[in-house]
């Protein structure tokens, strides 16, 4: 089944070349079927890039999926154009009369910050309140995840000694949980962050459970017991080349970045960067949309509380 999205969205183009199958919404209208209306709240500086990545994992399921693309008003954007935000994105604002099925709140550059110095963060915990009532299930990623937990348990970051960036393998803690259904025993997901949450501080809150561990980049997947919240620490929606992008820039910054672990073959940084996560984070967005968003939401929203 397909992803529904504005005939006009760059995405489209790219995902159609890509042989992924992907509806405007137009052609949707016709079909008498309630799609899954996922909410993407985008506050990664690449929007466009991002929702890309992002619209590529959701189409990969038997679901038809609508998708509203949100960014925060209290912020300005300085690399996404102001005519891509106002065609494609809506604010908090001219959603929040809606329900949703599932959300997902991406990660953001603002590690470093604290969650009160962000712009956006007053913004952000008014989504985050309204969340409880008006949405199914909440997906969060990397520093969406952080400032999740820290929202809604109280959990605080900690700055890493360098940033954490590569490919790194982790392990299943929990292979009986829905969100790992189908995971190999270890598997491989990029990190890129410069903050951390530690295990022992989600493990003595039994509310949560770590679902996956790495050794090197710490916990990967969380989860609040109740199948309404998901904490993802890494970056499985990452193209090949968005490590290697993000080593560039920071070199080109002056920042003298180690160079991403487990990531360019021999650590050659100027050779085809090796993809290690693409299947495994196919099967979490499919996981995640089958067994916590479509399996268990009500068909009508209405009675989300």
């Known amino acids: 089944m397909p992803i529904r999205i504005p005939q006009t969205l760059p995405a489209m183009k790219v995902l159609e070349a890509e042989n992924i199958f992907v509806m405007a919404h137009e052609r949707a209208v016709t079909q008498d079927i309630r799609p899954l209306r996922i909410a993407i709240l985008n506050l990664m500086p690449t929007k466009i890039e991002t929702e890309t990545q992002l619209l590529r994992l959701l189409s990969n399921t038997p679901l038809q999926v609508d998708v509203d693309l949100l960014h925060m008003a209290s912020h300005l954007s300085k690399n996404t154009p102001a005519s891509h935000l106002a065609t494609f994105y809506k604010t908090f604002e001219e959603i929040a009369g809606e329900r949703y099925d599932g959300m997902i709140v991406t990660g953001a550059p603002v590690e470093k910050l604290p969650y009160e110095a962000v712009d956006y963060w007053p913004e952000l915990c008014r989504i985050w309140e309204w969340s409880r009532t008006h949405v199914h299930s909440?997906?969060?990623?990397?520093?969406g995840a952080q400032a999740a937990l820290y929202y809604f348990f109280g959990i605080q970051k900690h700055l890493l000694p360098q940033k954490l960036s590569g490919v790194y393998s982790h392990r299943v803690l929990d292979p009986l949980h829905p969100l790992t259904r189908g995971f190999d025993d270890r598997y491989f997901a990029p990190h890129s962050r410069y903050t951390e949450v530690r295990r022992e501080d989600l493990e003595a809150n039994p509310a949560l459970e770590v679902l996956t561990y790495s050794a090197q980049a710490g916990v990967h997947l969380a989860a609040n017991r109740n199948g309404r919240q998901f904490f993802v620490m890494g970056?499985?929606?990452?193209?090949?080349?968005?490590?290697?992008?993000?080593?560039?820039?920071?070199?080109?910054?002056?920042?003298?970045?180690?160079v991403p672990a487990n990531y360019f073959p021999d650590n050659d940084v100027y050779s085809r960067p090796m993809v290690l996560w693409k299947g495994h984070a196919s099967l979490l967005f499919s996981n995640w949309l089958n067994y916590f968003v479509y399996q268990t939401t009500p068909y009508d929203l209405s009675s989300l509380a």
């Open 235 to 258: 970056h499985a929606e990452y193209d090949r080349e968005t490590l290697a992008n993000e080593y560039f820039r920071d070199v080109n910054k002056g920042l003298r970045p180690q």
């Open 138 to 143: 909440l997906l969060t990623i990397c520093w």
